[in-house]
């Protein structure tokens, strides 16, 4: 179970965080879908590091029975769990930011290790360069929803442009910083900006 030196405030945070959930949810619409292996690498995140009762908490909050990993699921549901978890790290973390950017990484985990995410590393053959050039087609293995392309402002520098996407910028950072990572690149640095509600655009860069 994860554990903070320092208690964090998140009150502000809470409510303005609540805010944009519901903007987002409202702009959802019920053919959205999200891969159930996301739901279920969320949720055992939430129960490694914040315990039983804190995942079924996460459960509860998606308003479904259960998730099972090749089923699609509401892209809504998918939004409650991942508030619903990232408030339950939140404490033990460093808060939100930090909480969304943990169950990022266990996204890109996930994502790497399913088959769609294997034969992605083997046409990338495990060079950072061409796996990030190959995410837009990674990201549609998991949701159906959204366009997300690539731009290169260097040889190890690209800016990953996302629009129609509905998770925080903060989720997208820890994925792209795992899925980079996942190819032994070093000095890797990954800055995201919102554009608009549903727009954001992400700086990477590695040596």
Not at 59 to 80: H, I, K, S, T
Not at 97 to 117: N, V
Not at 175 to 194: F, I, P
Request: aromatic letters at 8%; hydrophobic letters at 45%.
């Amino acid at each position: 179970m994860l554990t903070s030196a320092c208690a964090v405030d998140v009150g502000p945070v809470r409510v303005e965080a609540a805010e944009d959930l519901a903007r987002r949810l409202a702009l959802a619409i019920p053919g959205d879908t999200v891969r159930g292996s996301l739901f279920l690498g969320s949720l055992d995140a939430v129960r490694t590091w914040a315990g039983e009762a804190a995942m079924l908490r996460c459960v509860d909050a998606g308003g479904e029975p259960r998730f099972m990993e090749f089923f699609n699921y509401p892209l809504g549901a998918f939004m409650r769990v991942n508030a619903a978890a990232a408030w339950e790290l939140a404490p033990g973390c460093g808060g939100w930011d930090a909480a969304q950017r943990l169950l990022g990484q266990r996204a890109a985990t996930d994502l790497l290790a399913s088959a769609a995410g294997k034969a992605l590393l083997l046409l990338s053959r495990c060079e950072t360069r061409r796996l990030v050039g190959n995410l837009p087609s990674a990201y549609r293995a998991a949701v159906n929803h959204g366009d997300r392309s690539v731009s290169w402002e260097g040889f190890c520098r690209g800016r990953v442009t996302m629009r129609r996407d509905f998770m925080p910028c903060a989720f997208h950072e820890g994925l792209l910083r795992a899925v980079l990572e996942s190819t032994k690149a070093r000095g890797v640095e990954v800055v995201g900006s919102r554009v608009d509600v549903l727009d954001s655009e992400y700086v990477l860069s590695w040596e």
